[in-house]
């Protein structure tokens, strides 16, 4: 196993605890795991600036597909989308029918790989924080002052809200990570290089649209900033459905 194979390992280790564990303890495994995703994508980028000129191998530019289907498939996807731009250097395609929703998310693949496990896990995590949302819902009645598709928005837009709080998080954690590792000559036009041979990859292709949302999307929002998982655990057997 290779040094960055190991890393991604570790990654992923520290985002599946998080799902099956405490919401405190949670925040803090994905804040790991966001900063050693970050850094690790530093050191690829210097890597890659350190190799140019010699006769050494590039990494490359791939495709990594992700598929979502169901009623909540748009707003899912709008988590991945938001994940795959905050992570600063790789990017989101999007095809949508009315069920289903493939995202892409171009990049080297060592950070294509990085993000793709990221939004496997806060997928995973919102709809147990929905979950537990939803059920607060009920037993405050405010369910009962909504009709059935002002239901299914609602729950759209908390899901579309929590992916937009992770982001948030995620886009400072890289600000501080970047500030943190500037010190080193030619990290942030690494970072630079990095972004633009894969914008230059997608050419002019439509950039991913944002949903519009509604009121609900704020409460998503802050579980989303806190990877909140509702305060039970969560296994890749047991993963709750999507309230009705």
Not at 145 to 163: M, N, Q, V, W
Not at 171 to 194: F, I, K, P, Q, W
Not at 198 to 214: F, H, M, N, Q, T
């Amino acid at each position: 196993m290779t040094t960055e194979q190991k890393i991604l390992e570790r990654i992923t280790l520290l985002m599946r605890k998080a799902e099956s564990t405490t919401p405190e303890e949670a925040e803090a495994l994905m804040e790991h795991a966001e900063r050693l995703m970050i850094r690790h994508g530093i050191d690829q980028a210097r890597a890659a600036a350190a190799a140019a000129g010699r006769d050494v191998k590039p990494e490359e530019i791939v495709r990594r597909y992700m598929k979502f289907e169901g009623v909540y498939a748009a707003a899912l996807a709008q988590i991945g989308i938001d994940i795959t731009f905050a992570y600063g250097v790789t990017r989101p395609l999007i095809y949508r029918e009315r069920s289903f929703a493939r995202l892409t998310i171009v990049g080297f693949e060592s950070d294509a790989l990085a993000v793709e496990s990221l939004v496997a896990s806060l997928v995973i995590q919102a709809r147990v924080a929905l979950d537990a949302w939803w059920k607060r819902m009920h037993r405050t009645g405010e369910v009962d002052l909504l009709t059935s598709s002002e239901r299914t928005k609602a729950r759209r837009d908390y899901l579309i809200g929590f992916g937009g709080g992770a982001a948030g998080r995620l886009m400072e954690m890289r600000g501080r990570v970047v500030e943190e590792e500037s010190a080193v000559a030619g990290t942030e036009v690494a970072l630079l290089d990095r972004k633009a041979a894969v914008d230059a990859s997608i050419g002019d292709r439509p950039k991913a649209r944002g949903l519009r949302v509604g009121d609900h999307a704020a409460d998503g929002w802050r579980d989303g900033r806190n990877a909140n998982v509702g305060g039970r655990g969560v296994t890749a057997a047991g993963r709750p459905a999507l309230p009705r």
